[in-house]
């Protein structure tokens, strides 16, 4: 569940826990996925700032996250890295920004933990630009019985991941939410596979 209050020591623990997969998978897909973002960015769930020092294209980056253990941390990273972001505590379903004023919505690794999925991706929708671009990285369900292990993990998992779920089918989400995926690979990582791609709101028809 995804709490203003925070979780201290999943956050402490964050970079450690996901190291391995940092090296052997994440730091490609975060260059390809994220140093192609470019404009007036907003990340939602910024965690400890995986993906600050991918940006290339910055016009003006937002990140937001509700947790603020996760926010102190980015924000750390952002000095470091001497990176300028402009930092807001906020869940992905309530996005404090107007109508269409982002050229490219990032999300990656978050969309597993929101609590309303459908709801942070019309928040996402409403604030991108008409011809915005949402840049994912994100697990999803598997496929045949690997989905049905990951059902069966799936309290336990939420528990050890602040209320991760290793089994949502965020594609779908996304077409539900009306957004187009127009680019799109699929590739496993232990238990459970990851998308990663670029979705853009459908034109409405005239
Ligand atoms: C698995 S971490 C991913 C962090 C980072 N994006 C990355 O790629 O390493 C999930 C992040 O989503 C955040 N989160 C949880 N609930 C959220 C919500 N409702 N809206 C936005 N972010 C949320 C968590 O606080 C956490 O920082």
């Not at 000095?79 to 919505?105: M, R």
Request: charged share 25%.
């Amino acid at each position: 569940m995804s709490s203003q209050k925070g979780h201290r020591w999943f956050a402490a623990s964050y970079d450690f826990l996901t190291r391995s997969a940092e090296q052997r998978v994440l730091h490609r897909l975060r260059k390809r996925v994220v140093g192609a973002a470019s404009g007036r960015i907003l990340e939602l769930g910024v965690g400890t700032g995986a993906n600050l020092s991918y940006y290339k294209s910055v016009e003006h980056l937002v990140a937001t996250d509700p947790d603020p253990f996760m926010l102190a941390r980015a924000r750390k990273r952002a000095e470091a890295l001497n990176v300028k972001v402009e930092f807001h505590q906020a869940p992905a379903e309530a996005i404090p920004f107007a109508d269409a004023s982002f050229d490219t919505v990032v999300s990656t690794l978050v969309l597993c933990t929101v609590d309303d999925q459908s709801t942070s991706l019309a928040e996402a929708k409403r604030v991108l630009k008409p011809g915005g671009a949402f840049r994912f990285i994100e697990h999803v369900r598997a496929e045949g019985f690997l989905g049905k292990v990951q059902d069966f993990l799936t309290p336990a998992w939420r528990w050890f991941g602040a209320g991760c779920h290793p089994n949502r089918q965020t594609t779908a989400a996304f077409k539900a939410a009306g957004f187009e995926i127009v680019e799109l690979e699929r590739r496993p990582l232990w238990l459970t596979p990851l998308v990663i791609g670029v979705a853009r709101p459908t034109r409405l028809a005239r």
